[in-house]
Structures are given as structure tokens and as C-alpha cells.
């Protein structure tokens, strides 16, 4: 037995123990050799053969930073060694990759094309999600026109008071803007403006009239109908937005005026 079998052998404390394992050498080589003897006193082997073996050799290689970068990206270029990494392993591993601004970027855009990865995200994340990437004016434009096609999502973002009263301003203010720059561009603006004031006149009585009408049909079928509190301050409330309302319209058939103060405002949204 060579005197590197004897040394490494020394390593066992135990005097007996020691003189066992040397007169009983691994059966299936009948003779000690230095990586057996590793074997028998736990040291690591100079050639792996068992899984943990080759486990415990790539660790004290992997030591070495340089080293450890260039055989870990090579494993991750290997889809069938990845797949036996543990989950959460993997995890812990891409958010360490994604560290790297850059990285997330890429690796977020990818992410996102693959619906059955975004369904699986909890919804205050996909919604935290969305804000985040509709912060550029363009890209909450383009999403929200997308969105506003959807009927149902339509129906229930038109149910927000906010929302509704937003998407009516902007469409107010998109028709008033199309029309200034008609008014300034186009050579027929004066006839167009005075078709403007006429139908902007139908209007105003069409307004009015749906309002009588439905008032004188629905009025009448309160008779003998008892109204709860609740149901009282709700109507109250209504008929004094309409009350501003007619002052409103009052004021601009009378002056040219259709400034909205404050309380106006608020009355007219509802607050």
C-alpha cells in the first residue's frame, strides 16, 4: 500500500478503526487506492464518479468567480438541466439575473408576449403592472383605445362617475379643438359656423323637450307612491342640478356666457 494511501488513511483517529480499514480494502478493487481511501475518510476524490462526487468537485472548481460565471452560463444554455433545478432555485436565480435594468427590460418584454405567464401573475400585480407601463402618454392612449373596444370593459369603466366625466370632457374638448382649427383653416368656416349656431339651437330645444317628456311621463306614475328617505334625498338632489342647469342655459341664451363656476361644476358631476 503506497505511503499517499497511508497518510490519507491517518486521518481516521481511532487507532483500531485504522488498522480495520487498512487490512480490509474496497472490495471491488481488492486493493486500497488514494481515491478510495478519500472515499473512506470523506476527503474529496481526485476522479468523481458518484453524482454527489461530481457535485462536491464542480463546488470547489465554481470558487473561483470567473470560473463559476462561465460554467453556470454554460448550464443555463441546457433546457434539460434547468428543468431539474428546484423551483425555488430558479427563481432565486432570475431575480438575482434580473438585477441588471437592462436584463429585466428584455427578459419582462418576453415574459409579457406569453398569456399563460401573465395569467398566472396575481391581479393587484398585473394591475400594478399596467400602471406602470401606461405612464407614457402614448402607450395610456393606445391601451386605452384598445381596452374601450371591449364592450364589457367599456360597460363597467363607464360605471366610474370619474371615468364617464372624463371620456365626456375629452370628447367635448376633441370636437371643440377639430372645430377651431376648421374655423381656421377652412375657407367655408363662416357658413359652417352659422349651421353650428342652428344646430347647436335644435339641440338645446331637443334637451329641453326630452326633458319635459320624460318628466310628464314618469311624474305622473308617482301618484300614491310613497318615496323612502333615502329615495327623497336622491330626487332632491337631482332637481337641484337641474334647477343649475336652467340658470345655466338661461344665462347663455341671455348673455353669450357659458362660463361653470365651482359649485356649478360639482353640481353637474354629481358631487
Known amino acids: 500500500m503506497s505511503?499517499?494511501?497511508?497518510?490519507?488513511?491517518?486521518?481516521?483517529?481511532?487507532?483500531?478503526?485504522?488498522?480495520?480499514?487498512?487490512?480490509?480494502?474496497?472490495?471491488?478493487?481488492?486493493?486500497?487506492?488514494?481515491?478510495?481511501a478519500k472515499r473512506r475518510v470523506g476527503h474529496q476524490v481526485q476522479r468523481p464518479v458518484t453524482a454527489q462526487e461530481k457535485v462536491s468537485a464542480i463546488h470547489t472548481l465554481a470558487k473561483d468567480k470567473e470560473v463559476a460565471a462561465v460554467v453556470t452560463g454554460d448550464l443555463l444554455r441546457r433546457p434539460t438541466v434547468v428543468a431539474q433545478v428546484r423551483a425555488e432555485d430558479r427563481v432565486n436565480a432570475v431575480h438575482t439575473l434580473v438585477e441588471d435594468e437592462k436584463v429585466a427590460a428584455a427578459v419582462t418584454g418576453d415574459l409579457l408576449k406569453r398569456p399563460t405567464v401573465v395569467?398566472?401573475?396575481?391581479?393587484?400585480?398585473?394591475?400594478?403592472?399596467?400602471?406602470?407601463?401606461?405612464?407614457?402618454?402614448?402607450?395610456?392612449?393606445?391601451?386605452?383605445?384598445g381596452l374601450l373596444r371591449r364592450p364589457a370593459v367599456a360597460f363597467k369603466a363607464m360605471s366610474d362617475d370619474t371615468a364617464r366625466h372624463q371620456v365626456a370632457h375629452a370628447?367635448?374638448?376633441?370636437?371643440?379643438?377639430?372645430?377651431?382649427q376648421l374655423e381656421q383653416t377652412s375657407p367655408a368656416a363662416p357658413a359652417v359656423k352659422r349651421i353650428d349656431r342652428t344646430v347647436e339651437f335644435l339641440d338645446l330645444i331637443t334637451a329641453c323637450h326630452s326633458f319635459v317628456a320624460a318628466s310628464g311621463r314618469v311624474v305622473p306614475s308617482l301618484r300614491d307612491r310613497q318615496l323612502s328617505e333615502d329615495e327623497r334625498v336622491i330626487v332632491h338632489e337631482n332637481v337641484a342640478r337641474v334647477r343649475a342647469t336652467l340658470d345655466w342655459i338661461e344665462t347663455a341664451v341671455d348673455t353669450g356666457r357659458v362660463d361653470v363656476d365651482g359649485e356649478l361644476a360639482r353640481l353637474l358631476q354629481g358631487e
Open 3 to 36: 505511503f499517499t494511501v497511508h497518510r490519507i488513511l491517518a486521518s481516521i483517529e481511532n487507532e483500531q478503526e485504522r488498522f480495520t480499514a487498512i487490512g480490509n480494502p474496497p472490495v471491488n478493487r481488492g486493493r486500497w487506492t488514494p481515491d478510495e
Open 171 to 180: 370628447q367635448v374638448e376633441r370636437g371643440r379643438q377639430a372645430r377651431e
Open 119 to 145: 395569467a398566472q401573475v396575481r391581479t393587484e400585480d398585473r394591475v400594478r403592472a399596467v400602471e406602470e407601463l401606461t405612464r407614457d402618454q402614448h402607450v395610456a392612449a393606445t391601451v386605452t383605445t
